[in-house]
């Protein structure tokens, strides 16, 4: 295995990357769900390591492993359900299986198929490092009643299979907010570079909430997230690319694609409205922007939508 650590978009990419069977997986970048047994024909396996630009849930009913983010490394055991968001440096072991159930999700899909403002009824998918928990089996029972029926609406030809599968995201998010937030506390604030990563990621979204509810109209660059926070421009994008592997541009790009995605396919304002709405000055100045990350024009993603 190579020592290098990459970046993916999907997890199709991930485990194409690493060599692993990926026919049974739908090549998309929004959502997944996977049961892992059938993806790791040989076992060990013990993966290179990698930074995932997805959320991911796993919920491990039988089988034994390890996982690493970061700094960080948790054993994985039968009853164990564990969440990691974009950005962190990741690798994984798995030395048994039999049956685990991983699902993948973009920010595009929460935003689009769930709420503009997911971040605030849901703050954990925002934190530095959430560790797992390992639950006893007539509690692991719950959520997997919940994923089993992901999986069923994953594989229908519904034409509101989206909506359906942010629906029951819904569910499952507030079971885990119910289970694991009251006593718990999943941010990992270990030194003082994670407190500016939460701190950075708080202040993104906050920006971005009230540049949607016209709140404020001007962009914030780099140097801006600096001043929030008092740093000094290069220190504060060292430690943000360290921390996450991706510069504080990359997420604010990431964020402000993921918005207009959002608003092209849910509201119905024009593209010179959700341009002023989103700080561009022109309309021009939007449509080059977004077709550079996606390699496509905004009226033609929303016409994509529809």
Not at 100 to 127: A, G
């Amino acid at each position: 295995m190579s020592d290098k650590i990459l970046i993916f978009d999907t997890f199709y990419d991930t485990y194409k990357s690493m060599g692993l069977p990926t026919d049974s997986i739908l090549d998309s970048d929004n959502f997944t769900i996977n049961n892992l047994k059938h993806l790791h024909p040989t076992l060990p396996f013990k993966s290179n390591g990698f930074r995932p630009n997805y959320f991911s849930f796993l919920f491990v009913k039988d089988a034994r492993g390890k996982y690493t983010t970061d700094d960080v490394s948790f054993a994985t055991q039968p009853g164990t359900i564990y969440f990691t968001n974009p950005g962190h440096y990741k690798s994984f072991e798995w030395f048994e299986i039999e049956d685990v159930c991983l699902i993948t999700f973009t920010e595009t899909f929460l935003r689009e198929n769930v709420h503009p403002d997911i971040f605030n009824e849901f703050p954990f998918l925002l934190s530095e490092t959430i560790y797992p928990r390992t639950l006893p089996a007539h509690d692991f029972i719950e959520f997997e009643e919940i994923y089993l029926q992901i999986e069923k609406e994953f594989c229908s030809a519904s034409k509101f299979k989206n909506k359906i599968l942010g629906s029951l995201l819904v569910v499952l998010l507030l079971k885990v907010k119910e289970s694991f937030w009251k006593e718990y506390n999943p941010i990992y604030e270990g030194n003082k570079s994670s407190q500016i990563v939460k701190t950075f990621k708080t202040n993104l979204e906050q920006h971005f909430r009230e540049l949607v509810e016209g709140k404020v109209t001007k962009q914030l660059r780099v140097s801006d997230y600096a001043a929030l926070q008092m740093l000094n421009e290069s220190y504060l994008n060292n430690v943000i690319k360290s921390k996450t592997g991706k510069t504080v541009s990359t997420w604010i790009s990431d964020k402000m694609i993921a918005q207009a995605k959002a608003l092209l396919h849910n509201s119905a304002l024009s593209i010179k409205e959700i341009t002023f709405q989103l700080g561009f000055l022109e309309t021009t100045h939007f449509s080059n922007y977004f077709k550079k990350y996606t390699q496509t024009t905004p009226a033609s993603y929303r016409k994509s939508m529809i």
